[in-house]
C-alpha cells in the first residue's frame, strides 16, 4: 500500500451502504474525510468517528481536491455533479465516479467533465461492503493513467486492489457489466436449482457443498474457454454441445414436471439448439459466444 500524507483528503458523495463503507475505510486509515448524502442523517455514525459533514455537494465538494462518487446510477451522480454550483466547485478537482452504470454514460461524465474543466476517472467496485477496507476488496479503474496514479495513494486506503484498465474511460464499466452478467445469469441459475432442489425435498443446505463444485467447475471453465473464445476455435473434445444440450433438456423436464418455471433453461437449451442446428455441434458450448454476438 502506497504511504499517505498527512494532507490527504477525500470527498464522498452519496452515502448509501456502499459510500459509507468507503467514507469508513478512508476513516480508518486517517484521510481527512467529508461526507454528503441527498438525504441528510445517514453520517452521523461516520461524523461519531471524524468524518466532516457538508451541508451542501457544493460545500462538500469544495472541502478535497478529490471526490469520490457513489451512488445509485448516473442519473443519481449527475443530479448531484451537474448543478451549477456544483460543477463550478469542482473545477480543478478531480472525481473518481464508483457508481455503476454503462460505458456510455461514463463517456458521457468524462465528455462533459472535460468540457468544464474537472478531472475525472471512472471506476467500479466488484465486491460488497464488507470487503472495503480490507484485502478482500476489488476496484477497477479507467481513465488517464497519470491521474489515477496521482490519487493511487488515498484510493488504496479503501484496501483490496485497484486495477487500472486503460485510458478509455467506459472500460472499467465495461468490465462491470461483463462481470455483474455472469454474476446475476449465475444467481438465476442457483436460485432456479434451490426451487428445483427443494422440490425433490433437498434442502438448500444440503445443496451447498455440491453447489460450491459447481462453482470450482465454472471457475476452470472460465480459463478453458476464453482461450477457445479469442482463438474462434471450440474444441468440443470431452463434452461436445450436443451433449450439454441433452443436460439441458433433463432440467427443463424435471423443472416443468413441478411446475416451475425454466424459461432461464429454456433460453441457454435455445442457444445450444441453434449452434448444433449451424453444424457445429461437436463443438463446445461456449461457441454460442458467436450467436450471440458477431466476432
Ligand atoms: P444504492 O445503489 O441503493 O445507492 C444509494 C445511494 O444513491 C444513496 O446515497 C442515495 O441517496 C443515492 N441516490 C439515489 N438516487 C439519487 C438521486 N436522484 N440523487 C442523489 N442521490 C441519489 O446503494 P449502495 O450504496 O450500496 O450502492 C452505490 C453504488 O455502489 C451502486 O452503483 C452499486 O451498484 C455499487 N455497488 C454496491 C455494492 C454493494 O454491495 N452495496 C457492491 C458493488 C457495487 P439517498 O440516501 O438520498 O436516497
Not at 451502504?17 to 481527512?32: C, D, E, H, I, T
Not at 466488484?126 to 488515498?154: D, Y
Not at 474444441?235 to 424435471?254: D, F, R, Y
Request: overall charge negative; aromatic content about 4%; proline content about 3%.
Amino acid at each position: 500500500m502506497s504511504s499517505l500524507s498527512e494532507q490527504s483528503a477525500v470527498t464522498v458523495l452519496g452515502l448509501g451502504p456502499m459510500g459509507q463503507a468507503l467514507a469508513s475505510a478512508f476513516l480508518n486509515a486517517g484521510v481527512r474525510t467529508t461526507v454528503w448524502n441527498r438525504t441528510p442523517g445517514k453520517d452521523g455514525a461516520l461524523t461519531a468517528r471524524g468524518a466532516i459533514s457538508a451541508q451542501s455537494a457544493e460545500e462538500a465538494v469544495a472541502a478535497s481536491e478529490l471526490v469520490v462518487v457513489c451512488v445509485v446510477n448516473y442519473d443519481a451522480s449527475d443530479a448531484i455533479l451537474r448543478r451549477d454550483a456544483v460543477t463550478e466547485a469542482l473545477q480543478g478537482r478531480t472525481v473518481v465516479n464508483l457508481t455503476a452504470d454503462t460505458p456510455d454514460r461514463a463517456r458521457d461524465t468524462a465528455a462533459w467533465a472535460a468540457e468544464h474543466g474537472i478531472r475525472y476517472l471512472d471506476g467500479a467496485i466488484m465486491t460488497p461492503t464488507i470487503t472495503i477496507g480490507t484485502p478482500n476488496a476489488v476496484f477497477i479503474h479507467s481513465g488517464p493513467e497519470a491521474l489515477f496514479q496521482e490519487h493511487r495513494p488515498v484510493l488504496d486506503a479503501l484496501g483490496g486492489t485497484h486495477t487500472h484498465l486503460g485510458e478509455d474511460i467506459g472500460r472499467a464499466a465495461a468490465y462491470d457489466i461483463a462481470l455483474l452478467d455472469i454474476f446475476w445469469t449465475a444467481m438465476t441459475g442457483y436460485a432456479h436449482a434451490l426451487a428445483v432442489a427443494r422440490a425433490e425435498g433437498i434442502s438448500a443446505q444440503e445443496l451447498a457443498p455440491f453447489a460450491k463444485g459447481i462453482g470450482a467447475v465454472l471457475s476452470l471453465s472460465i480459463e478453458q474457454d476464453a482461450k477457445e473464445v479469442d482463438s474462434g476455435r471450440y474444441s468440443g473434445e470431452g463434452n461436445p454441445i450436443t451433449s450439454a444440450a441433452s443436460s439441458m433438456a433433463h432440467i427443463v423436464h424435471a423443472s416443468e414436471a413441478h411446475g416451475i418455471d425454466a424459461g432461464v433453461m429454456r433460453a441457454a437449451e435455445g442457444l445450444a439448439r441453434r449452434v448444433i442446428g449451424l453444424g457445429h455441434g461437436t463443438d463446445g458450448f461456449i461457441r454460442i459466444v458467436d450467436i450471440l454476438g458477431r466476432r
